[in-house]
């Protein structure tokens, strides 16, 4: 069985000490999706909010957390993110959108903290701006696709 990288032999809460990894090239992909009623979908998809272009604002919000997830999540390291990108996939039947996020880095450590954070604040986002519409929106699914590189290379998630 793996042991918890963030804890030390009496149990207590630690940074990983990353400094003699090796630097590869990293990238993490996440997914989650927010849902809303027809009304909301349509509204976003026409332009027709009130705050705004929702998905534009919630893109540069979902970036922006990536690079600040070390500030988030307490034992994250402080990353120089050399890409990341939020993208919306919207399913008009389900009235859902899908946000994907995918991070990168030339570094010691993986980004797969900062590809969820910059989903989950996307979708938050939409909920923010859409909230005095729809209070009943739904935030699920949120997961990590993949991650590559480091030591144990490209790993799938077989429930992608």
Not at 13 to 38: C, F, H, N, Q
Not at 52 to 76: F, S, Y
Not at 130 to 156: A, N, W, Y
């Amino acid at each position: 069985m793996k042991e918890f990288t963030h804890m030390d032999d009496e149990g207590r809460v630690r940074m990983v000490d990353v400094s003699e990894k090796e630097k590869t090239l990293r990238t993490a992909v996440a997914r989650g999706k927010i849902s809303m009623t027809p009304d909301t979908f349509n509204r976003i998809m026409d332009g027709k909010t009130r705050k705004g272009n929702v998905l534009e604002t919630a893109r540069i919000a979902g970036v922006m957390a990536a690079k600040k997830t070390w500030d988030l999540i307490p034992m994250c390291h402080p990353l120089a993110i050399t890409h990341a990108s939020v993208d919306f996939f919207p399913q008009k039947d389900t009235h859902t959108f899908e946000i994907q996020a995918t991070v990168k880095i030339f570094d010691r450590t993986g980004v797969e903290m900062e590809a969820l954070t910059a989903v989950s604040i996307a979708a938050l986002t939409i909920y923010d701006m859409c909230k005095s519409h729809d209070r009943f929106m739904r935030i699920t699914d949120l997961h990590l696709v993949e991650k590559s590189g480091g030591k144990s290379g490209l790993i799938q998630n077989p429930m992608s």
